[in-house]
């Protein structure tokens, strides 16, 4: 089955303490990307990959880092997590840039405490 | 910048009835329009992809509609069923391609 995968589901946490949220999709998708969900706020993207190797900020990457070794796996780390990184994350992929569908992974509910 | 509006809010109709949500974007510079679903505390679904060259797209009940020039689109649902509450999300690329700019959703009820 085609699909993103994203671990984990949830996760509680502290200030500080290092994370890596894991996204990996099967589809042999070029491009893969992340979001955050907040009330009120809507879905804003934090990070992208255009393909392996290549990373770039999007609108709201404070906090966090990226890495795309492998095509199919593009992990999510947050070094030293605050409260206001607390959160809903979604991973997505798609065949390239531009004019592909995208799919979402399930969701990473994130509380800092 | 782009910025992506939906309205209503929030519906509420009863089962059966057919129904609009409308999405509107600042920018008529966008590669495609995508229409998603989403359960409480769940991922997002794809409903329908319109290419910017486009009209409009229909996948069973649904039916989405593109008008770039004006910076609009619809989703129409026909028919609907209580199975069909959840929250609707627009999304249109950003002009690079690079980014979905999402709407803050419509969240819909449907009462049997």
């Known amino acids: 089955e085609a699909q993103v995968t994203q671990n984990p589901r949830y996760l509680i946490t502290v200030t500080g303490k290092k994370l890596t949220v894991t996204c990996s999709q099967n589809m042999n998708h070029e491009y893969m990307s992340w979001y955050r969900q907040d009330p009120g706020l809507g879905l804003r993207q934090i990070y992208y990959?255009?393909?392996?190797?290549?990373?770039d900020k999007g609108d709201v990457p404070e906090g966090y880092k990226v890495s795309r070794k492998e095509k199919r796996n593009f992990p999510l780390i947050l070094e030293s997590p605050s409260p206001n990184q607390t959160s809903l994350y979604f991973c997505?992929?798609?065949?390239?840039?531009?004019?592909?569908?995208?799919?979402f992974g399930p969701g990473t509910r994130l509380t800092v405490t | 910048k782009q910025e992506v509006t939906q309205i209503p809010a929030a519906l509420s109709v009863p089962e059966g009835e057919n129904l609009v949500l409308n999405c509107s974007f600042t920018?008529?510079?966008?590669?495609?329009l995508q229409w998603f679903r989403q359960d409480p505390g769940k991922g997002l679904t794809s409903l329908l992809l319109i290419q910017s060259s486009q009209r409009e797209q229909t996948s069973g009940r649904l039916n989405a509609s593109l008008d770039k020039s004006s910076g609009r689109s619809t989703l129409y649902i026909a028919a609907s069923q209580p199975g069909d509450s959840a929250t609707y999300l627009c999304a249109v690329s950003n002009q690079a391609g690079t980014a979905l700019i999402f709407g803050k959703g419509t969240t819909l009820s449907v009462s049997s």
């Open positions: 990959s255009m393909n392996v190797e290549v990373t």
């Open positions: 920018d008529s510079a966008i590669y495609n």
């Open positions: 997505a992929s798609s065949r390239n840039l531009g004019s592909y569908e995208q799919y």
